[in-house]
């Protein structure tokens, strides 16, 4: 009975007897690329994180969140080590890329990630959870979901820097 409640998001006592407040959704004012506020106010966010919690099972919860969430692989490359010659060794990293949706009333629209977990008042782990069977396995425990990205431009000129030199020696 306990758990059912705390699923469901409402009032529940937790099992160290102390109350806890039904979810409530910390007000945003997101000024991201995707203009989030603007399409979900923080009344519709409310109303969405009531529906998710109202589901009570963790199982239609996490294909509410399968819906929502697109995920794709990124090929990065990375110089691994540089020899005076110039020749370089490169290595392939994969990385997981979310793209996060949030739905209301027939209307569908992109959001950034924070305000995705912000709304249904999810961590990132909740989410890392629910995609796990969706990538190829192993794969997201490598996923950096704070940003930190190698600077994948840097590389590219430094790679192209390097074949440039390189043609040049061969002339
Ligand atoms: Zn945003």
Redesign the pocket.
Known sequence: MRKTSKLKGEAHINSVGVSVPAEEVIPLN?K?R?K?SETFSNDVRGKICADYYAMGDKFRQKDYLLQRLIVRRVQRRRIVSKEPSGIETLSQTTQISVAYYLEYQGTRHR??Q??FLKTLCLSNRAVMTATDGKTVSGTFSKMDFRGRQPSVNKTDDEHRQTVKSRRESLL
């Open positions: 997101c991201c995707f989030c959001v950034c924070s305000f």
